[in-house]
């Protein structure tokens, strides 16, 4: 394994800039929002705070409806090149990445996944000849639909030579859920000082930091097939598939444990610790042990504790904020689904603020502008 | 304009191999269908009769949830290059375009849209950097929703470079909607022999036949931009929005119109009429007029009238199948929705046909394999 690198390779440098791409957001958030009112034609109305949630919300009456839809980004290319250098399929594991994208975010508003649609867009009729792969991606979305407890209602699968790279293919999946009863509605009204931290342990780095991951391999030697501590591959490890976290909240709500807020750690790392609008200060004192791969990938590219955790999840795949009397009982109910937790802090009056001093970790409320 | 060219493109020469795509089509439907029952763990049930057709439902109880991903295809091509050549942007009629392909075929099932979410997958963040093409895009996916009555609940806007083509974007759509009351449900049990077929009008190709429509501009001399007879150019008249017949489904309930089937003429166009399973004959008597641009595809691609019904809609962008004594009334409810309709044609018991008489049009049961 080489040293770190002098110089330390940033996220801009990866290629994704979001300056370009965020006043687009703004404005489609503010047309988005400005539609609400039409569900009244119905007899309906949105849960306004599911706006800048994970999810978006309806009160369609005796339950609340939720749905969402979510790409799998860049890591099928870290398939394509494996396959090509190992000779082995990893659609099954995308597959599965796929789908935990949209359904980790559907359960931060309390819901339960009922239907996923596949979104599988290719650069060309010619991606399907390769009939191993495409069948390990049915059976890997087959699969993960059955973690989930979820239909798999149907999809689309074009072929969009000239829009998708030939070769290529563009995963997305959409979720629709129901939140029944309606007491589960989880949009952020219950946080509060004193409540416990819960974190989920990550298998690696799932679907996001991809585009930094990538760029790495341009820096080692052996790339893709550099060697990690432990001997496996490092691109190998990076398709680790993404935990489904489905089981979990519907084994806690099964327990009768009230989650207070949840949020889904995905892009911008552990900063998604401050999605919650409110002023509150969440302080973290047990530091989940970081997946292999992630490791290397911060000393290889020369991040700091800030860069790394500010990008990445770090081993929290998924942030569970529960009373405290309840927080011991979440983490046995996580481990009856395997899946690995820790009460690893508590939330404070005060600024908005995530302060992890065991590692000099401290973000504040500017570093996340997701509304 | 150039006479008919001596040989006939067809489809195939278009570069869509449906031949590659089937097998994994198959092995999908078979995959997911074999997930219907995991709904039965949280007291649902799926509607088996909707696996095969235009949206997938589920009996959640006090109503049917229909859900449907679709995407726009390769339309956004022409888009671009009318773009290209004439500096207008073209956005907002294929954003309708877009959640055309999903609301149309959502509410084949009788279900209400209520919520649509945005997929749009650029080839990277500058694709970002065009603002107006950006907001042409935002306010016309707005309008449709507007349109429809249905809430633009969120999406996802990746960057995916390497995966979407540089300059190009991937735009797709999520409906979930409400069956409600659910005496709406139309999934085929109520088609029969003696209904009568009104059909809507389309506005021109919609968003299906575009790769013969895009490969037929390689033998026009002026291209995209061929004059038709009208003066309009053809690139021009290929990007008529996807007419929304979501107002019309829902006027015919308000009017106690009980929709017996229902029919979205995207790919395959006519055949699309035998898409009910059941052994029925559908006899055709009024055509409806043939949009300028269709009728100009059809003679310069040198056509004939099997390959041209079975490739386009023709001028009838959806079909309704409705107890014949209502097919008046439905027609006046269409218009009334600014929607052109006819009272076209039967239903007949027999060997499953469709029969256009007066253009000698035939299409028997094996021209429709779609489950």
Redesign the interface.
């Known amino acids: 394994m080489s040293a770190a690198p002098l110089s330390p390779l940033t996220y801009d440098q990866a ?4 300056d ?2 965020d ?3 703004v ?3 503010r ?2 929002a ?3 009112g ?2 009244g ?2 007899g ?1 109305a ?1 849960v306004a705070a599911s ?1 800048g949630e994970s999810a ?1 919300v ?1 009160d ?4 609340y ?1 939720a ?5 799998l ?2 890591k ?2 870290v398939a394509d090149e494996m396959q090509r250098l190992t000779g082995r399929s990893f659609y099954g594991a995308i597959a599965q990445d796929t789908i935990a994208m949209a359904v980790n975010d559907l359960i931060t508003v309390g819901a ?1 996944p ?2 996923i ?3 599988w ?1 290719a650069g ?3 991606w ?2 390769d ?1 191993a792969r ?2 390990a991606l ?2 890997g ?2 699969r993960a ?2 973690t989930c ?17 030939s070769g ?3 995963l ?1 999946a ?1 979720c ?1 859920g ?1 939140i029944n009863p309606k007491s589960r509605l989880s949009v952020g009204d219950r946080l509060g000082a004193g409540d416990a931290i819960v974190l989920l342990a990550a298998s690696g780095i799932h679907a996001n930091g991809l585009s930094l991951a990538r760029k790495l391999v341009e820096r080692l030697p052996q790339g893709y097939l550099t060697p990690l501590p432990s001997g496996r591959l490092y691109g190998e490890a990076l398709l680790d598939p993404t935990p489904l976290y489905a089981p979990v909240t519907e084994a806690l709500f099964k327990a009768g444990i009230v989650t207070h807020y949840s949020a889904n750690i995905t892009g911008h790392g552990w900063r998604k610790l401050l999605r919650h609008p409110a002023s509150l200060r969440y302080v973290i004192d047990q530091v989940p042990p970081v997946p292999e791969v992630l490791g290397f990938i911060q000393q290889q590219a020369g991040l700091d504790t800030t860069e790394a955790y500010g990008t990445f999840n770090m081993g929290a795949g998924f942030a569970l904020f529960v009373p405290a009397g309840d927080a011991a009982r979440c983490v046995e109910v996580a481990k009856s689904c395997g899946i690995a937790a820790w009460h690893a802090g508590h939330v404070e009056a005060g600024p908005k603020q995530l302060v992890v001093d065991s590692i000099g970790l401290r973000f504040d409320a500017d570093a996340l502008q997701l509304r």
Chains 1, 2 share one sequence.
């Open positions: 290629g994704v800039n979001y370009l791409i006043p687009l957001k404005s489609a958030q047309a988005a400005a539609t609400a039409l569900l034609g119905h309906f949105e706006r978006y309806v369609v009456g005796p339950f409806l749905s969402i839809v979510e790409c980004g860049s099928a290319l339960t009922l239907v649609q596949a979104y867009a060309g009729s010619d399907f000849e009939k495409a069948q049915v059976e979305w087959k639909c059955e407890g979820a239909a798999w209602g149907g999809g689309e699968t074009p072929a969009l030579a000239g829009i998708v790279e290529r293919i563009d997305a959409s629709t129901l």
